[in-house]
């Protein structure tokens, strides 16, 4: 006899994590299944770790309103649960005249999506709140931060569980058959599972997951565009209190500055377009870091950048889509949900994510 569960969800990275802490909660009866030995071992343990406020996109994509309603969630999610976070802030800055159009349309689409604390910034009032800065110009926002991942995800299943939930690890999906009453999955190891609601949170893995659906379109799984970025950490102690942000450009947010909540300081991420998951770190690299850094940072000393870690990222195309989140209107498979290009700011969306799909399921 097959054992058979409510609602599986494939993954458990943040999002995973948080869609099954708010359907189990809701009464659900849930199981994670993840093929790696623990949670979040995928893009949402290899990120920056920031908590953005919503000032890129535009207005009606689905990121940006889940970014902006996501930041003040996750605020309040960490400090209920005692999770590390700093509510820092972050500096973006023009580093040349040539550069201040952007930044002003930057400063026009963040109105537009409801970001109404940016404060601009003298070239002056740069160097105040950082004074190893160099900016013609910046714009300081306010509602932006960093936050422990691991400890954000430990709490998140921790809930999962004491709601009733439970994660199965080490577990990897062979095939998954559609069933008149949901889904039957079977594994690498010949055991199978039945659903009536299956939830596609798998990250990288999302595309391929789909693509072992018996029932599911295969034009509407989107292709899987990996973008590779590097970090490099900065020894020393910091004399750094803020985020400081380069200008955007294809692919990215450019080689920030980012402190952990210990004040630890690292730059990243790079963009890289890769076609297999490899997560070392070219030391090779560091030159490239330099002159980007050096921008806005002109004292950077290069004994102090190295090495540290790389992840990637899940996006739909190189200049990077809106999340897509299908349900049955999108695929006609009731109770399927798929996630895919959940990639920056889907740790920042993850709780307003899980009450996206919480209102599309229940």
Request: aromatic share 8%; net charge negative.
């Amino acid at each position: 006899m097959t054992d058979r569960v409510e609602t599986i969800v494939l993954g458990a990275g943040v999002i995973g994590l948080a869609i099954a802490k708010k359907l189990a909660e809701l009464g659900h009866q849930i199981m994670i299944l993840e093929k790696e030995s623990s949670f979040g071992m995928g893009v949402s343990s290899r990120n920056s770790e920031v908590i953005h406020a919503g000032l890129y996109f535009n207005e009606s994509w689905l990121k940006t309103k889940l970014c902006v309603t996501g930041k003040e969630l996750l605020y309040g999610y960490a400090e209920s649960r005692h999770i590390p976070y700093k509510r820092c802030g972050k500096l973006m800055v023009a580093s040349s005249p040539t550069e201040l159009a952007k930044l002003e349309q930057i400063k026009s689409q963040a109105a537009k999506n409801g970001v109404l604390d940016l404060k601009p910034l003298s070239a002056t009032m740069c160097r105040d709140l950082e004074p190893d800065i160099h900016a013609v110009e910046g714009v300081f926002s306010p509602s932006s931060g960093v936050i422990d991942t691991h400890s954000l995800m430990q709490s998140l299943l921790a809930d999962v569980e004491t709601a009733g939930g439970q994660a199965v690890f080490n577990t990897e999906v062979a095939e998954i058959e559609k069933a008149a009453d949901g889904f039957k999955i079977t594994l690498v190891d010949g055991y199978s599972l039945e659903c009536t609601r299956l939830i596609n949170a798998a990250g990288l893995g999302a595309q391929n997951l789909a693509h072992k659906i018996d029932t599911l379109d295969n034009s509407l799984i989107p292709d899987l565009v990996m973008a590779k970025g590097c970090y490099f950490s900065y020894s020393g102690q910091s004399k750094f209190n803020h985020l400081v942000y380069p200008l955007p450009f294809q692919g990215g947010l450019g080689i920030h500055l980012t402190l952990d909540i210990e004040g630890g300081v690292k730059f990243g991420p790079d963009v890289e377009f890769v076609k297999t998951e490899d997560y070392s770190v070219n030391s090779d690299l560091k030159l490239k870091f330099i002159e980007a850094i050096h921008h806005y940072f002109p004292g950077v000393d290069p004994l102090k950048l190295n090495p540290d870690y790389a992840g990637i990222r899940p996006k739909l195309s190189k200049d990077g889509l809106d999340f897509m989140i299908q349900f049955e209107d999108d695929h006609r498979i009731p109770g399927l949900v798929n996630l895919f290009g959940i990639e920056s700011p889907g740790l920042t969306s993850c709780l307003a994510i899980a009450d996206y799909v919480k209102d599309k399921v229940k």
